[in-house]
């Protein structure tokens, strides 16, 4: 099957202005990520805070514009394209944020928040915007009614649910999904998660769904690809790897379920900058490293069935 989306060879930087390097010195955020998702597919992306999920996501859909590498979606390259080409991809590709509480403006209406994609692409007169505004709050679980109602008149889960109406509104193939339940209650969590079971059942779409939540992976995705550093240091079906996971660090996680949520490790970025040195960035916290680890030029290696893993031990 055709990808979808095509990440190959994705880095994004920024200059350093803390303690992790000399002013001014590039910090690899994302070094060098090969990513694929399929039509109809769900892909996860998991790994600690400050690993690069969020800065991936927003450099695919170029919200950051990437450094270095490709990005394909539907046969465009997104890196290259001008503004009118990128404005017809949007139309298909179509993000749902962390915050919902951040992601929508408070002096907008639900209704105007839902529809301005619609407007800026000049779908339909406003009519019929108003018309399918109504249908996807209502495909969402919210009443059409909800339309002339400004955001803080709703709750959490209510909110996220106008989020995901405004990326649905386009009619999209693929939605990135940035850890779009984090910030919600857990009994709103479930309903968010079969509301885009649903959706995707129903309209065939396919999902980058980033999470640190291994639980919820496990059950929405059928691909895991596993970060650390700025780098995908392991991806396979959901199954294989929680089955049977091949990196240490993919087996640090799921040794930690089910856990409290992991405190942001402070040798993140440092981790990065070994990364973008060729070098292993998990190495110095391996519970399995060698000495030859620390000499090993980092790559990843194809184990059959659709694994692969960046690991000198897993071959």
Not at 50 to 61: I, P, Q
Not at 267 to 280: D, F, L, N, S, V
Request: net charge positive; hydrophobic share 40%; glycine share 10%.
């Amino acid at each position: 099957m055709n990808a979808l989306l095509e990440l190959e060879g994705l880095s994004k930087g920024f200059a350093s202005r803390g303690p992790w390097g000399r002013r001014g010195e590039t910090f690899w955020a994302v070094q060098d990520v090969d990513l694929t998702v399929a039509p109809g597919e769900t892909v996860g992306l998991v790994g600690e805070s400050g690993c690069g999920k969020s800065t991936l996501a927003r450099a695919a859909l170029r919200l950051l514009e990437p450094d270095a590498g490709s990005v394909r979606f539907a046969g465009t390259e997104l890196t290259t394209a001008g503004a009118r080409s990128l404005r017809a991809a949007r139309r298909d590709l179509q993000v749902v944020f962390q915050d919902p509480f951040a992601s929508l403006d408070p002096r907008m209406r639900v209704g105007r928040i839902v529809a301005e994609g619609l407007a800026i692409h000049g779908v339909g007169d406003r009519g019929s915007r108003r018309r399918r505004v109504a249908d996807v709050l209502e495909r969402c679980g919210l009443s059409p009614e909800a339309a002339d109602k400004f955001p803080h008149q709703f709750s959490g889960g209510q909110r996220q649910r106008i989020g995901i109406a405004r990326a649905l509104a386009m009619e999209p193939r693929l939605i990135i999904c940035d850890e779009p339940i984090s910030a919600l209650d857990v009994s709103i969590q479930a309903q968010i998660l079969n509301l885009l079971t649903d959706l995707q059942r129903d309209m065939g779409l396919a999902y980058l769904f980033i999470s640190h939540d291994l639980g919820v992976v496990r059950h929405l995705c059928d691909r895991v690809a596993v970060m650390y550093g700025g780098r995908i240091v392991e991806a396979a079906p959901a199954e294989a790897l929680f089955h049977s996971p091949a990196h240490p660090y993919t087996r640090g996680l799921l040794a930690a379920l089910p856990g409290a949520r992991r405190r942001r490790d402070s040798r993140i970025p440092a981790a990065a900058k070994r990364a973008a040195e060729g070098q292993c960035p998990f190495y110095p916290r391996c519970p399995e490293a060698e000495p030859a680890c620390a000499r090993w030029d980092f790559q990843a290696y194809d184990l059959g069935r659709g694994r692969e893993v960046a690991c000198r031990r897993a071959v």
